[in-house]
C-alpha cells in the first residue's frame, strides 16, 4: 500500500511546500499554508494504464463554421461576451462580495428561460429559498429556471447529464464546490481546480456554457489559483463601488471576443439596468463653473465614453504632500506630475493633490493625460474651466502632446451630447477635419495648455485680484504656484 505524501500548499497562489512555513515565499502572504494530501489529487481510474488511442491531425488551412452564440435579452452582457455565450465556453465573473453578481446572473438566466431555453442555476451559497426570494424582489419568479442547492460535483455532473443539455449552466459559487477525487477542504486550491477541470470537461463534452461566480481577494483577485483563469475561456471583472450606483462589467480575457468592451449597469431597487447611454449618466451630475473639473473624451471598446475628471490641488502643511487618485493610475498622476513642473514650471511640491473620476469608473487608456492635466492647473489657478469642452490626448516626458486612435468617434460622442469645444493633439486636427461640429483647439505642447488656464484664473487664496489676461507659465517659475 502506498504511503500517503503530504505537502503544504499556499491558498493565495497555489504554491506547494514539503514543510509548513508561516510565509508563502511565491506571493508573500502569511498563513496562507494549509496541509493537503498530494496523492489523492487524482483518482485510481485515471491513474490505471491504459494504452493511448490515435487521433487525426488537420492543417491550419480550411474553413471552420463561426461558433452558435445564445443571446443572453441583455444588451451590455451580449456586448462584453462579444454577442452572447458560445456552446461548450466556460465563464469565470469574479467581483466583490454585494456587487451584484448574483443579480445579474439571475436577471439574465430569466431572460434566456422565458425565451424557452433550458437553464440551470446551481447554488452551493444560498438555499433555494434565498434564491427565490431574490427573483421575487427583481419580478422574475414566473421565469421557468430551474434551481438546485447543491455543492458535490459528482453529483452536479450526473443531475444535470439527465434529460436535454441545459443550454446555461451557473455555478454560484465555484469556491463552493468539491469532488472526491481530492481529499481538501472545499475552497482550497487543491479542490478549486479539480472542481473547475470537471466542470469544464463537462462543458466541452456536452456543449452547455457554463457560468462560474468566483470570490475576490482583498486585492480584487479572483481567489484560487490562477489557473483556473487560464483554463477557462474567458473572465469578467463586475465592478463598482459600494456607494456609487453604477457597476462595470469589464472582459479581462475572452477567446471568442474583444477584452476591451464593458458593460455599464445602474443598480436600483429593482436590480441591475442597463445604461444605454454612459455619457450621459456620468455627466448627470457635472459640477459646472467649478475649478479643478474637466470633461475626458474616452474610449472603452468600440465605445466612446465622456467622464468628468475632478482634481483639488491645496497647500500642504506636511513635510511629504500627499497624493491621492481614486479611478486611474496612481503612476500616470505622478508623471503627468512631473511633466508639468518639469517643461511647465508648474510647482507642486508644496502642494497635496487629489484626483477623482466620477461616477466609481476606473480609466486606463493615457489618452485621460491631457484631461488629468487641464483639471490639475485649473484647481491650481483657481480657474474655470470651459463647460462646453472636451479634453483628450497623451503627454510625453518632453511636455508633447502625443495624439491618441478613434478621434472621430470621440468628438461625435461630444457633439451629440451637446459640447462645442474639444482640445486635442495638433497631430490630430487632419484626422478630425471632418468634424465641422466642434471648434477644435488642436495644442503641441502641454505648455500651451497651461498658458491659457493660467489666463484664465486667480492665485488661490487671492480671489479678489482680477484674472490675467497675459499670464504665461513664467508666473510658476517665480515661485508664485
Known sequence: MAKNTLSFVCQNCGAAYNRWQGKCESCGEWNTLAEEDATGSVPVSIRSKRKGR??????????????????SGMTELDRVTGGGFVRGSVLLVGGDPGIGKSTL?????????RAGHRIVYISGEEAIAQVRLRAERLGLSDAPVQLAAETSVEDIVSTLSEGAVPRLIVIDSIQTMWTDTVESAPGTVTQVRASAQALIRFAKKTGAAIILVGHVTKDGQIA???????????????EGEGSQQFRILRAVKNRFGPTDE?????????????????SELFLSERDLGTPGTAVFAGIEGTRPLLVELQALVAPTSLGTPRRAVVGWDPSRLSMVLAVLEAHCGVKLSGHDVYLNVAGGLRIHEPAADLAAAAA???????????????????????????????TPARLKEAAKLGFQRAVLPESARGEA???????????NSLTTLVAEIAARGSRRGDSSAPAEKNATPARFRRGEG
Open 54 to 71: 490515435t487521433f487525426a491531425l488537420e492543417s491550419l488551412a480550411g474553413k471552420s463554421p463561426d461558433a452558435p452564440r445564445l443571446s
Open 105 to 113: 446572473l439571475t436577471q439574465a438566466t430569466s431572460l434566456m428561460a
Open 224 to 238: 484560487g489559483p490562477r489557473v483556473v483563469e487560464h483554463m477557462v475561456d474567458a473572465v469578467m471583472s463586475f
Open 262 to 278: 464593458i458593460g455599464v449597469f445602474e443598480m436600483t431597487g429593482l436590480g441591475l439596468r442597463e445604461v444605454t447611454n454612459p
Open 376 to 406: 490639475l492647473v485649473s484647481s491650481l489657478v483657481n480657474a474655470q474651466l470651459p463647460t462646453d469642452a472636451v479634453y483628450f490626448g497623451e503627454i510625453s516626458l518632453s511636455g508633447v502632446v502625443r495624439p491618441v486612435a478613434q
Open 433 to 443: 477635419s471632418g468634424d465641422a461640429g466642434l471648434t477644435l483647439n488642436a495644442i
